[in-house]
T-cell receptor
Framework: DTAVSQTPKYLVTQMGNDKSIKCEQNLGHDTMYWYKQDSKKFLKIMFSYNNKELIINETVPNRFSPKSPDKAHLNLHINSLELGDSAVYFC???????????FGQGTRLTVV | AQSVTQLGSHVSVSEGALVLLRCNYSSSVPPYLFWYVQYPNQGLQLLLKYTSAATLVKGINGFEAEFKKSETSFHLTKPSAHMSDAAEYFCAVSVGTGNQFYFGTGTSLTVIP
C-alpha cells in the first residue's frame, strides 16, 4: 500500500488554465504539506495543514489554494497557471512528533 | 530559527570509494535530523534519521551518519560507493514543533565507474 499518493504524476497544461493535484495519505498522520521543487532541485514549503487547519502558508501567490476535506487528504488547486509554475510538486505527511516525513512520488507540472 | 547547509551541490566519487556528503545545521533547540535520497523522477525516500538516541545512525543501503553537536554537523557516509547510489541527497531538520521540515539545497552524487 502506498503511504502518500499523489495524482496525477504528470500534468501538462496551457497558460491560463486551472488545475488540481490530489494527495492522500493512509498513515493516520495529522499533518500534511505541499512542497515545490524547482529546476535546481530546491525544496520549498508552500503549505502545511494540521488536522484540516492551515498552519503554514508561505509566500505563495494566491492563485494557489490548498484544500483539506479531511485529515487524510490535501489537494492543491492552481488558478490561471503561469510558465513559472512549472515544477515538481510534492505532497508529504508527518507524524505528530515530526520525527519522520513521508513523501509522495511528486507531480511534474509543465505549463506551456 | 532552523536551517540546513549542505556543502557541495555536486559530488563525484569513483565506484568503490568513500562517499561523504556534508550537512551542517542551525537550531536553537535539539533537532531531529534526516537524510533523504531522491532518485531521478521519483519522490524522496528516507535514508536515515537522528531523533536524540544514538549519535551514530545507520540507514538503508549501507549509509550512516553521525550527529556531532559540537560541530553542528550530520554528515552522511558510505564506505564504498555503488553505481546505484547516484542520486540527489537532501539533509533536513525538524525540531519537533512548528510543523515544518527544513531542507538543505541538496547534493547531487555522481558515481564514476
Amino acid at each position: 500500500d502506498t503511504a502518500v499518493s499523489q495524482t496525477p504524476k504528470y500534468l501538462v497544461t496551457q497558460m491560463g488554465n486551472d488545475k488540481s493535484i490530489k494527495c492522500e495519505q493512509n498513515l493516520g498522520h495529522d499533518t500534511m504539506y505541499w512542497y515545490k521543487q524547482d529546476s535546481k532541485k530546491f525544496l520549498k514549503i508552500m503549505f502545511s495543514y494540521n488536522n484540516k487547519e492551515l498552519i503554514i502558508n508561505e509566500t505563495v501567490p494566491n492563485r494557489f489554494s490548498p484544500k483539506s476535506p479531511d485529515k487524510a487528504h490535501l489537494n492543491l488547486h492552481i488558478n490561471s497557471l503561469e510558465l513559472g509554475d512549472s515544477a515538481v510538486y510534492f505532497c508529504a505527511s508527518t507524524n505528530e512528533r515530526y520525527t519522520e516525513a513521508f513523501f509522495g512520488q511528486g507531480t511534474r507540472l509543465t505549463v506551456v | 530559527a532552523q536551517s540546513v547547509t549542505q556543502l557541495g551541490s555536486h559530488v563525484s566519487v569513483s565506484e568503490g570509494a568513500l562517499v561523504l556528503l556534508r550537512c551542517n545545521y542551525s537550531s536553537s533547540v535539539p533537532p531531529y535530523l534526516f537524510w533523504y535520497v531522491q532518485y531521478p523522477n521519483q519522490g524522496l525516500q528516507l535514508l536515515l534519521k537522528y531523533t536524540s538516541a544514538a549519535t551514530l545512525v545507520k540507514g538503508i543501503n549501507g549509509f550512516e551518519a553521525e550527529f556531532k553537536k559540537s560541530e553542528t554537523s550530520f554528515h552522511l557516509t558510505k564506505p564504498s560507493a555503488h553505481m546505484s547510489d547516484a542520486a540527489e541527497y537532501f539533509c533536513a531538520v525538524s525540531v519537533g514543533t512548528g510543523n515544518q521540515f527544513y531542507f538543505g539545497t541538496g547534493t547531487s552524487l555522481t558515481v564514476i565507474p
